[in-house]
């Protein structure tokens, strides 16, 4: 009898979209699990451009990623989008 081990860790892209929401949430002190993806930064999160600027800075040391300052980033899942794409 064959059994099929499972595993329970997440996905390579979960674990990186869930990194990304602990440090937006850090920034403002909201709860990870309450970041929708469609959240926008300035108009439901009340994030302003220091705010994004930090969180910019923060995942390029957590992921050693270099964002680009012509890339826009107007919601949550901009952010989990782009680190999903260019980390390693």
């Given at each position: 009898m064959f059994t099929?081990?499972?595993s329970t860790a997440p996905t390579p892209s979960k674990a990186i979209e869930q990194q990304v929401l602990r440090i937006i949430s850090k920034r403002k002190d909201i709860k990870a699990v309450r970041l929708r993806r469609t959240a926008s930064l300035s108009r439901d999160?009340?994030?302003?451009?220091?705010?994004?600027v930090d969180i910019i800075l923060e995942l390029e040391r957590?992921?050693?990623?270099t964002v680009p300052d012509e890339v826009p980033f107007n919601t949550v899942g901009d952010f989990v989008r782009y680190v999903t794409a260019h980390a390693a």
């Open positions: 099929v081990a499972t999160l009340r994030f302003d451009t220091v705010d994004v957590n992921f050693h990623i």
